[in-house]
């Protein structure tokens, strides 16, 4: 199971209205405010032999206090908290290279995100949300890599994946994602056995601490840009896994913004909240 929480920086009636009365034209008046994002996910995976894995996540989608102005401009309205199951992802991670000692590894993951989230869930005013606030979206194909090397009580780890946006519910493509993630390990008391399993840990606690960045295309509708959307994020985070030996672990992280590079008026990140429980059969 995964859990992510994140509050952001809504902003005020009056900031709305100004935005949209003073916009060079309607698209850039089209804007949004969101009080908080959850997304809890149930995940499966099944190791087919010791280089290759396969499985999937099933992801809830949670959020709060959508508003925005009205078509005249004089009153905001609140919109809603659109809510409903996402999209269902299957994902594959092969490891093609790892050293003798077992503790440096590479592998390829590959993912398919499908359209069986919701996407016609309705706000207080009997319409539907936009495409970005929905659940579900499109099919959405992701490749990339990741690293990991033990050094003593220390490891490192890296990804890289690349998401491809397809068109989707109300013609909308919602934009290709470039995801980068650095992460520097202690394990306390103890150096790691093999870092490719976070579960194999000679030392029940570690501490860790990750850069996660994210860059997103504009999103765009009918082919037509959407001027307040994408760009690009960056998030410094901070945690804790505490493992039970072989058979579990759990993990709490919480992130901070130090980049919130985006395209016209969006909703900024104050905090982002991570827990993940693993447990091994």
């Given at each position: ?16 209205l100004d935005i949209k009365n003073n916009a ?221 030996g072989k058979s579990w672990n759990t993990a ?30």
């Amino acid at each position: 199971m995964i859990a992510q929480f994140i509050s952001l920086d809504s902003a005020s009636d009056a900031t709305l209205l100004d935005i949209k009365n003073n916009a060079v034209d309607e698209a850039h008046g089209d804007v949004h405010s969101v009080n908080t994002l959850l997304i809890p996910s149930v995940f499966a995976a099944y190791g087919i032999t010791d280089d290759l894995t396969l499985g999937l996540r099933i992801p809830y989608v949670l959020r709060s206090g959508v508003r925005s102005p009205n078509e005249e401009g004089d009153a905001v309205n609140k919109q809603g908290d659109p809510s409903g199951f996402g999209d269902v992802s299957v994902f594959g991670q092969y490891r093609f290279f790892h050293s003798a000692d077992n503790l440096n590894h590479a592998s390829l993951v590959i993912a398919l995100k499908t359209p069986t989230g919701e996407t016609g869930v309705q706000n207080n005013q009997g319409n539907s949300f936009e495409t970005h606030h929905q659940p579900g979206g499109a099919w959405s194909p992701s490749a990339g890599l990741s690293f990991t090397r033990a050094m003593g009580s220390f490891s490192f780890d890296t990804s890289v994946l690349y998401t491809v946006a397809t068109q989707g519910a109300q013609k909308t493509d919602l934009g290709d994602i470039f995801g980068y993630n650095f992460a520097l390990s202690y394990a306390f008391g103890a150096p790691v056995r093999n870092a490719f399993f976070s579960s194999s840990n000679n030392a029940p606690w570690t501490a860790v601490l990750e850069l996660n960045g994210e860059w997103q295309d504009q999103q765009k509708t009918d082919g037509l840009k959407d001027p307040n959307s994408g760009g690009h994020s960056v998030f410094i985070s901070p945690g804790v896994r505490y493992s039970g030996g072989k058979s579990w672990n759990t993990a709490l992280s919480i992130g901070a913004p130090i980049v919130t590079d985006h395209n016209g008026f969006q909703t900024d990140p104050d905090y982002r909240i991570t827990y993940r429980f693993v447990a091994v059969f």
